[in-house]
């Protein structure tokens, strides 16, 4: 009988720090990424106690300005791009695809103390004062005029820049050269392409950013021009390097939860997917065009206006292979059998608020009204909807369909459900009344506002502490079933997949005796049966 | 030559859990390929920024460029190619297994890279004499403040990119010095794993040798023709 | 406050913005459309299709694929209908033939400047004339803002270093709010102003209080003395400089073979970055006088060129130093 990874090898924090273990990393990367959610959590909380009132008077302009560079930043790259990839993503992995590990086992250790060092370094700029520059560092603001620590805070996301690349770099490798026998391309899981097409942007796009804030450290220290007008730069520069890595940066926070609710849909409509084939390449085709269209986010930037029209083409174009994967999932649920499990809520709440929020997408797109919604609230619920309606509902609605194959435990359903709820009511309230904020004008990053915006701006607030409930309660229960939960079979959802057929929950620590041969395509449920159907994967 | 590594684990980059050979080889080569690839878009990024605004200021960089010293430039590029000739031999040593060869050219390859760096740290010292250093000591007398601005952007460019550039040669070298004494220590014909660390640094090192082909005309031969 | 006063939609105060609006309603439409139509079939499947119901659930027989290309194609085919709508809005906004006023505006941490061609200046109010289409040319001081009218649905970044437009005809009287929507530091939100719409005779009453100061075009004469430009752009001057009069607008043959026009932009680099735009045949020995001049001075000196006529078209254009002699065989015929 052997050993799960959780215990085997030891317990104690040098078996943990100095694992090899994707399993055990997957769990380090969980610790690391739920502390920087508290931290921009904080952050969001008190904004939004701030913007109760007009006159905003919790905090001073100078600290608000700090609170929300520091959301931006530890949220974005300390939270969402690693999350799903590094939690799921390392622990799921090599599961699915039938290996013992990734292909650089050390690498991946080393990809996570890499990322903790960017993060101390950040919640160090944090500590000794923060940055006021938003999450864009914008110059010649960032570059020349602001007096915080900005240099600090550029090495921080520097640094963990070099984490996302090592593990794009390991998962790339890991799935063309280490899948088990008879495991071609088009027998993937989904969630296995979703992590490719993510990875590959991780590889490409992230250096670029790397070495864009490295130029703004560089600026700050010798006081040369090369973004500052004043000395023959130019500004725009900098936001065409920072947006050709960003805006693809989205999309390594959106792919990852496209896979996710592509493993739960079928699973819990026990039907196979409909459109495989075409869910997997518009997961590789988000993942190129992502590429062609930075433009989008600098319209009105005094970019020229024949890029501006190229940008909206693309941009449209894009949204496209989005579109075609929300139809897919909404295909499958049609003469399914559907269970309205946790994770299913999670991921029916993700379809509608990916889809809003990918709708008013477009009105960004459009050429004509970006001109008046850019930089005003209706960006920022549009981005919000996605991020935290769709990403961090995916992750939560994975964390909690794959708990028990990773901690060996089931959490309680009622609990579960409940929360879902009140993370979707409390996400509404908090983020639709932004789009009306938004077309009514109210502009970003404001500490304090004129009063007619203030009505919504109090829905929104109050939207917010109820999502904060929302969140904490998850948290709670996920913890306790921990010491208290009942202990989960090997596969207490019926699910098709070698993470659930093969592997023990929790897995032994080098996952499968035997290396499986596959000889089947996946998701093969049949919604007719009546009995719960085991996968049949041998 | 193809034995596993008799101390499986304790740096072996690759996983060990994957026994056969061919496969440990093929995953080293696509990793390494993978990550030149990063290293194109790190320096294109710099690439692109100095083209654009030598497209903006052509007539101060080429006057900038002008202060660069040509000759230890071309010399340095003679060095680097060579000690990629030198790298490329010990990869055909390592593919037949042979320690002492290999090992024999890693030597030479880091003495000509230690030679290259001797070098650009001398020019830079030169620089700083002329005054050229942004940040530090740039002044350019008897011009005004506008072409010295854009000068100054060159220069900025120029250390920047020869910086990283350089930052990269000094971390190869580690790697080929760290490699040189597993080579003096080890017995016998090297095993795959050696073989494969001594490819994937070769690999590197060629990458690093390429860039500077690509900065020698774009920061010394601006202007010419 | 009641649920009346609870606005939900910006007054529209320019026919731009009501086209905005209509554009922005159709997207509404669409949207709505395609979530409803989503939420129906979601609820309609689990509502149907859960797991203790007995409903039919022998596969459909259609051509997935004939669907999945639908189901591609036709977004596609709304997609560019948008796309076609909002480009050809966005690139609508300065209409031909018009000779739109030109008012500037400069922002700074953390106010907007304005200043107006006749010399007025203000700072956070801008005042215009209903009916009367304005085009602002705008540059900041320091770092990146964005000037903001909500009313008129209309947005620029205003960026250091070079000069951009924003152009609208306003068709509503009464205050607006000006707003600057590009984070620019402790004071961002602070930096609002008033767009003040005025029906003509209310414009004039406004014009005639207060004392006329001297035009942006006689500011920059008086700083052209002042800075010493005429020392060099005179005609017969010792350096061989070009000449300014008739210069703003025409074609420039630029020394590296390039052609530009001669606008604000122009000559607002001319002046601050003089070797971007050496002039054919001459030489690039202009200094530069970035640092010198604030950018309302080098706007002062934009008008002041814009305002030199070329010497045969106005004898009695503005002197510009030294009369020039060629000038005065022109005025004395040939006997």
Not at chain 1, 67 to 73: A, D, I, N, R, S
Not at chain 1, 239 to 259: D, E, K, N, T
Not at chain 3, 40 to 56: E, Q, T, V
């Amino acid at each position: 009988m052997n050993e799960s990874y959780l215990t085997a090898g030891g317990n104690g924090f040098r078996s943990w720090l100095l694992t090899r273990d994707h399993k055990r990393i997957a769990i380090l990367y969980l610790i690391s990424i739920s502390v920087f959610f508290m931290f921009g959590g904080a952050a969001a909380s008190m904004m939004r106690a701030q913007l109760a009132t007009p006159k905003g008077d919790v905090v001073t302009s100078e600290v608000y300005n700090r609170l929300f560079t520091l959301h931006g930043v530890i949220m974005v790259w300390f939270f969402l791009i690693p999350s799903i990839v590094t939690v799921l993503g390392n622990f799921l992995l090599p599961l699915m695809i039938g290996a013992k590990d990734l292909a650089f086992p050390r690498l991946n250790l080393a990809s996570w103390y890499i990322f903790v060092l960017g993060g101390l370094l950040a919640l160090y700029a944090i500590l000794l004062g923060g940055v006021d520059t938003g999450w864009t560092f914008y110059t010649p603001y960032s570059s020349t005029y602001s007096n915080s620590y900005v240099i600090l805070m550029a090495m921080g996301v520097f640094i963990a820049g070099f984490s996302s690349i090592f593990t794009g770099l390991n998962f790339v490798v890991t799935t063309h050269k280490m899948r088990a026998p008879g495991l071609h391309w088009f027998r993937l899981p989904l969630f296995v392409w979703a992590l490719y097409s993510t990875s590959v942007i991780l590889v490409l796009a992230t250096p670029v950013l790397a070495i864009t804030l490295a130029l703004v450290a560089l600026e700050r220290l010798m006081g040369v021009g090369v973004f500052d007008p004043k000395l023959g730069g130019d500004p725009l520069l900098f936001q065409h390097l920072f947006w050709f890595y960003s805006h693809p940066a989205v999309y390594i926070m959106i792919l990852p939860g496209f896979g996710v609710i592509s493993e739960i849909i079928p699973c819990f409509a026990r039907k196979q997917i409909f459109g495989y084939h075409f869910i997997a390449f518009a997961s590789i085709s988000i993942a190129v065009l992502g590429f062609v269209v930075w433009g989008h986010h600098m319209f009105v930037s005094s970019q020229s206006l024949y890029a501006g029209v190229v940008f909206s083409f693309l941009s449209f174009i894009v949204a496209v292979p989005s579109a075609i994967k929300v139809f897919n999932w909404t295909a499958t649920l049609y003469k399914g059998r559907i269970e309205l499990a946790t994770p299913m809520l999670y991921a029916l709440g993700f379809i509608g608020l990916f889809t809003i929020g990918g709708l008013t997408g477009l009105f960004l797109a459009t050429l004509a009204v970006d001109v008046h919604l850019h930089d005003t609230y209706f960006v920022i619920a549009h981005f919000h909807y996605i991020m935290v309606g769709g990403m961090v509902m995916a992750y939560i609605g994975g964390m909690h369909f794959w708990w028990p194959k990773i901690t060996g435990r089931m959490y309680p359903e009622i609990w579960g459900q409940l929360s879902a709820l009140i993370i979707f009511v409390g996400f509404n309230l908090t983020f639709f009344p932004q789009f009306i904020l938004g077309y009514m004008g109210m502009p970003r990053r404001y500490h304090a506002y004129p009063e007619q915006f203030q009505f919504l701006n109090v829905l929104s607030s109050a939207g917010a502490s109820i999502l904060g409930v929302g969140y904490l309660l998850p948290i709670c229960y996920l913890s306790w079933s921990l010491v208290r939960g009942p202990k989960a079979s090997r596969n207490p959802w019926n699910a098709t997949g070698l993470e659930w057929t093969l592997a023990d929950s929790p897995p032994t620590v080098h996952n499968f005796d035997e290396i499986p041969v596959v000889d089947c395509e996946p998701y093969l449920y049949d919604p007719a049966e009546l009995a719960n159907v085991k996968g049949d994967i041998t | 030559m193809t034995e596993h590594d008799p101390q499986p684990g304790r740096l072996d980059p690759v996983a060990e859990h994957l026994a056969d050979p061919g496969q440990r080889l093929d995953i080293a080569r696509l990793g390494v390929w993978l990550f030149l690839s990063t290293e194109v878009l790190f320096f294109g990024v710099l690439f692109v920024g100095f083209t654009l605004y030598r497209r903006s200021y052509p007539a101060e960089f080429v006057a900038a460029s002008g202060h660069l010293n040509l000759w230890l430039g071309g010399f340095n590029t003679l060095v680097l190619l060579t000690s990629s000739l030198f790298v490329a031999l010990a990869v055909l040593g390592a593919d037949h297994g042979d320690r002492r060869s290999s090992t024999r050219y890693l030597m030479a390859t880091l003495t000509l890279g230690l030679v290259f760096l001797a070098i650009k740290a001398f020019e830079w010292h030169q620089e700083y004499q002329e005054h050229l250093v942004p940040g530090l000591n740039f002044n350019l007398p008897d011009t005004d403040a506008g072409w010295a601005a854009h000068e100054q952007l060159f220069f900025c460019l120029y250390f920047i990119m020869t910086g990283v550039h350089a930052f990269h040669m000094v971390a190869g070298s580690g790697v080929l010095a760290w490699l040189i004494l597993r080579g003096w220590r080890g017995r016998g014909p090297l095993s795959q794993t050696e073989s494969i660390r001594i490819e994937s640094t070769a690999l590197y090192w060629h990458f690093v040798d390429i860039v500077w082909v690509f900065l020698l005309p774009l920061l010394y031969l601006t202007g010419f023709g | 406050m009641t649920l009346a006063q609870i606005p939900l939609f910006p007054v529209s105060a320019s026919e731009h913005a009501t086209q905005v609006d209509y554009l922005f309603l159709g997207l509404m439409a669409v949207s709505a459309g395609v979530v409803l139509l989503l939420t129906f079939l979601i609820l309609f499947s689990i509502m149907r299709y859960h797991a203790g119901s007995a409903a039919d659930r022998t596969p459909p027989r259609i051509n997935t694929r004939r669907l999945e290309i639908t189901w591609t194609v036709l977004p596609m085919i709304i997609f560019t209908g948008i796309f076609a709508w909002g480009t050809s809005l966005f690139l609508d906004r300065e209409k031909p033939g018009e000779t739109p006023k030109e008012i500037y505006v400069i922002g700074r941490q953390w106010m907007w400047e304005i200043r107006y061609p006749d010399g007025r200046r203000e700072h956070d109010r801008l005042h215009v004339t209903l009916g009367e289409p304005v085009r602002l040319i705008m540059t900041s001081e320091d770092v990146i803002h964005s000037f903001f009218v909500p009313a008129l649905r209309v947005k620029q970044d205003v960026v250091p270093g070079r000069y951009v437009t924003l152009s609208f005809t306003p068709n509503r009287c009464g205050e607006y709010p000006i707003y600057c929507a590009q984070y620019c530091g402790t004071a961002h939100a602070e930096m609002v102003g008033v767009l003040d719409i005025m029906t003509p005779v209310d414009y004039a009453a406004w014009l005639a209080g207060g004392v006329p100061p001297d035009s942006l075009a006689a500011q920059g004469r008086a700083l052209f003395a002042e800075k010493g430009c005429a020392g060099c752009h005179t005609p017969g001057a010792a350096v061989h400089a070009p000449r300014l009069e008739g210069l703003f607008g025409k074609q420039v043959p630029l020394a590296d073979g390039r052609f530009v026009t001669a606008d604000a932009q122009y000559i607002h680099d001319c002046i601050l970055l003089p070797h971007r735009n050496v002039p054919a045949g001459y030489e690039p020995i202009m200094p530069s006088y970035q640092g010198q001049l604030r950018e309302t001075e080098v706007i002062a000196l934009v008008e002041y060129v814009k305002s030199l006529r070329p010497p045969a078209a106005d004898m009695r254009g503005p002197e510009v130093g030294r009369p020039d002699p060629e000038m005065k065989q022109k005025e004395t015929p040939a006997p």
